[in-house]
C-alpha cells in the first residue's frame, strides 16, 4: 500500500522531486521517503501478508495526524487561519503565550498580536496595554450590538480596574478592597460584607454615591456637588 499526495505527483512530472530514503524503523513499513526541501508531501510504502485484513489507510492517518505534533508552542492548544478585511492572512489560537510567539518573529508581525487574556497582557506588556484590552474589549461587547458608549465611560472603568497596578475583576471580588461598607453591601452579598464591616468595626464617611443613595443623601457629583446661593435684598416700605 502506498500513500503519496497530490504535491509529490506533480514533482514527480516537473522533474522537482526531492526525497530521502529513511530506514524503516516498523517491520511492515517497506520504505518511507519525504520532501526535504519545501516538507509538502511524504510517501511511505508498506508490506503485509496476503492474508491481512484489508486497511483503510486514509482513516488511519486522519486519526494518527492530530496526535502527531510536528512543531507546537506551549501553552497553545490549536490555530486557525483566517484573513482580515484586507486579505491579509491572520491566525487566531487558543491558549496565549506571547513570548513564545516573539521567536517567530521573521513569520508573523508581532507588533500587530492581540489577545483577550488580559492578565496575559499585564503580565507580559504591563499595566497600560492591559487598561488598553480591556478598553477595547467593552467597546466590542457594546459594539456588536451597535451601542456607541463614550470612550470616557470605558476608561473609567478601566481605570478603576487597574489603579492599582494590577488587574481587578468588576465583580464581588474586585470590590473587596474598597473602604465604603455600604458601597460593597449594595452591590452584592450584603449580609457577608455587613458582618465583615461589623467584626472590623469599619467607618463609613459616606463618600461613594451608592453609600450616600444607601442613607438617602444628596450624590456629591453633577448639580449635587454644588449648593446655589441666592443673595437676600432686604425691601425697603414705603409708608
Known amino acids: 500500500e502506498v500513500i503519496k499526495s497530490a504535491d509529490k505527483a506533480q514533482k514527480e512530472l516537473d522533474g522537482e522531486d526531492s526525497e530521502v530514503d529513511t530506514e524503516s524503523s516498523d517491520d511492515s513499513e517497506d520504505e518511507y521517503s519525504f520532501d526535504s526541501v519545501d516538507g509538502s508531501w511524504c510517501e511511505i510504502e508498506m508490506r503485509f501478508p496476503a492474508d491481512t485484513k484489508k486497511l483503510l489507510m486514509i482513516n488511519l ?26 486579505g491579509v492572512p491572520q491566525i487566531a489560537t487558543e491558549g496565549v503565550n506571547l513570548k513564545g510567539m516573539w521567536e ?31 478598553i477595547q474589549e467593552i467597546s466590542g461587547v457594546f459594539g456588536a450590538y451597535g451601542i456607541d ?40 452579598r450584603t449580609c457577608h ?17 451608592s453609600a450616600r443613595l444607601v442613607m438617602g443623601k444628596v450624590v456629591e457629583g453633577g448639580t449635587g456637588a454644588f449648593d446655589v446661593m441666592q443673595p437676600l435684598v432686604p425691601e425697603t416700605m414705603n409708608a
Request: hydrophobic share 40%.
Open 149 to 188: 458608549v463614550d470612550r470616557r465611560h470605558l476608561t473609567l472603568i478601566a481605570d478603576y480596574m487597574t489603579f492599582e497596578s494590577g488587574f481587578k475583576p468588576f465583580n464581588r471580588m474586585g470590590i473587596e478592597s474598597s473602604t465604603s461598607p455600604f458601597l460593597k453591601m449594595s452591590f452584592e
Open 61 to 86: 492517518v486522519t486519526a494518527v495526524s492530530p496526535m502527531c505534533i510536528v512543531h507546537e508552542i506551549k501553552g497553545i492548544e490549536r490555530v486557525f487561519m483566517s484573513q482580515d478585511e484586507k
Open 104 to 134: 517567530y518573529a521573521d513569520l508573523i508581525d508581532v507588533n500587530s498580536m492581540y489577545s483577550n487574556d488580559i492578565g496575559a497582557i499585564l503580565r507580559t506588556f504591563g499595566v497600560e496595554a492591559a487598561r488598553m484590552a480591556i
Open 193 to 209: 460584607f455587613l458582618t465583615q464591616a461589623t467584626l472590623h468595626g469599619d467607618y463609613d464617611g459616606l463618600e461613594s454615591p
